[in-house]
């Protein structure tokens, strides 16, 4: 294979293709699982995954997602790039050879699918004790799923046309805000394999997609609703559909003065989400996240950007008006937030 600028960087021992390979290859069928809520990088490295079972003839391959696609740029990619996702509950995972989930490792990030499930496959980069699959690959140096995809379609010698290179750099752009949040060699590296192929003026325009009305309310919202201490900001903005909100109105707020920190959460139907952000190298947010409420739900992340989701009834039950139960959960979950940073950080 020719030399490219990834097979520079990657350490290939890391992972066993040809084993992969080998998988793929007494396949019939292959189910590609994202995420609840998939952004970029879920969904080009979905797609990738998918254009390698094709190479390998595989007869059927699908692409799944749980919860909605709900942001403006990720509704622009499925629609620009002809990505066919279907919802995961119309998919009879037993009905194919091979299940595979990228960008996440372990079930209880896709709601519709039962905590017990375990996939033939796994590809992610985020950090995960739970992973259990015939084949896995977590590599948590990675900045990006599409980056470890990029890899993956390179050394199986599958073809990377237009459309995917595309959807895997405009994964790239998206998941490391434009090479400035996380990104590594590997990420320039495969940018740099990536740009010759890719639609360039398809990328800046997926870039630039607009807001929806609901997406500028809410960030609206969050800025209205911040309450700071020291370097840390936290912000509750209520009821919301788009869950996308939450991660745009994070990394906005990150770039307020003398802000370092931020959390930001809202109900989405029956759940609380919460998107955290942080430049503070002392940090690691998704650690306190998990700190503030693994107890009561699921949340982790990277260094610099992690989530969470929790159940409404982290309270217990609320036979309230919406305003006042919502003041209750903005409470409860401010104050496990700023206990936490002030642990971290020693606010006040």
């Given amino acids: 294979m020719r030399?490219?600028?990834l097979s520079t960087v990657f350490d290939d021992r890391e992972a066993d293709y040809e084993a992969f390979g080998t998988l793929l290859s007494g396949a019939d069928s292959l189910l590609v699982v994202c995420h609840?809520?998939?952004?970029?990088?879920?969904?080009?490295?979905?797609?990738?995954?998918?254009?390698?079972?094709?190479?390998?003839?595989?007869?059927?391959?699908?692409?799944?997602?749980?919860?909605?696609?709900?942001?403006?740029?990720?509704?622009?990619?499925?629609?620009?790039?002809?990505?066919?996702?279907?919802?995961?509950?119309?998919?009879?995972?037993?009905?194919?050879?091979?299940?595979?989930?990228?960008?996440?490792?372990?079930?209880?990030?896709?709601?519709?699918?039962?905590?017990?499930?375990?996939?033939d496959v796994v590809i992610d980069h985020h950090p995960s004790d739970d992973v259990d699959a015939e084949y896995a690959d977590v590599r948590t140096r990675v900045g990006s799923t599409a980056t470890l995809l990029t890899r993956y379609?390179?050394?199986?010698?599958?073809?990377?046309?237009?459309?995917?290179?595309?959807?895997?750099?405009?994964?790239?752009?998206?998941?490391?805000?434009?090479?400035?949040?996380?990104a590594t060699t590997y990420e320039h590296a495969a940018?740099?394999?990536?740009r010759p192929t890719a639609n360039k003026d398809l990328v800046n325009t997926l870039s630039n997609s607009v807001f929806t009305p609901e997406t500028l309310d809410g960030i609206g919202n969050a800025i209205l609703n911040r309450e700071v201490r020291g370097?840390?900001?936290?912000?509750?903005?209520g009821q919301i559909t788009e869950r996308?909100?939450?991660?745009?109105?994070?990394?906005?707020?990150?770039?307020?003065?003398?802000?370092?920190?931020?959390?930001?959460?809202?109900?989405?139907?029956?759940?609380?989400?919460?998107?955290?952000?942080?430049?503070?190298?002392?940090l690691h947010i998704g650690h306190l996240l998990d700190d503030a409420f693994g107890d009561i739900g699921s949340a982790g992340g990277h260094h610099d950007m992690a989530g969470g989701r929790l159940p409404v009834g982290l309270l217990g039950e609320i036979d309230t008006p919406d305003d006042i139960a919502?003041?209750?959960?903005?409470?409860?979950?401010?104050?496990?937030?700023?206990?936490?940073?002030?642990?971290?950080?020693?606010?006040e």
């Avoid at 370097?231 to 903005?237: H, T």
């Fill in 3 to 5: 030399q490219t600028p």
């Fill in 326 to 347: 919502d003041d209750l959960i903005d409470r409860s979950v401010k104050r496990r937030l700023f206990d936490v940073l002030d642990e971290w950080t020693g606010i």
């Fill in 36 to 119: 609840d809520h998939p952004d970029p990088d879920c969904l080009s490295s979905a797609l990738a995954l998918s254009n390698i079972g094709d190479a390998f003839g595989v007869s059927t391959t699908e692409i799944g997602y749980g919860g909605g696609i709900s942001h403006q740029q990720n509704r622009a990619m499925v629609n620009a790039l002809d990505i066919d996702p279907a919802p995961i509950e119309n998919c009879s995972l037993d009905e194919y050879d091979v299940v595979a989930f990228v960008d996440h490792g372990v079930s209880d990030r896709n709601e519709a699918l039962s905590n017990r499930f375990i996939p």
């Fill in 244 to 282: 996308a909100i939450l991660p745009q109105a994070a990394d906005y707020l990150l770039q307020l003065e003398g802000i370092s920190t931020t959390a930001v959460y809202g109900i989405v139907a029956d759940q609380i989400h919460l998107s955290a952000r942080t430049s503070n190298s002392r």
């Fill in 231 to 237: 370097s840390c900001l936290v912000s509750f903005i």
């Fill in 153 to 182: 379609t390179e050394v199986l010698d599958v073809e990377i046309d237009e459309r995917i290179a595309t959807a895997l750099l405009f994964g790239i752009h998206r998941e490391t805000l434009n090479f400035i949040r996380g």
């Fill in 191 to 194: 940018a740099c394999t990536l």
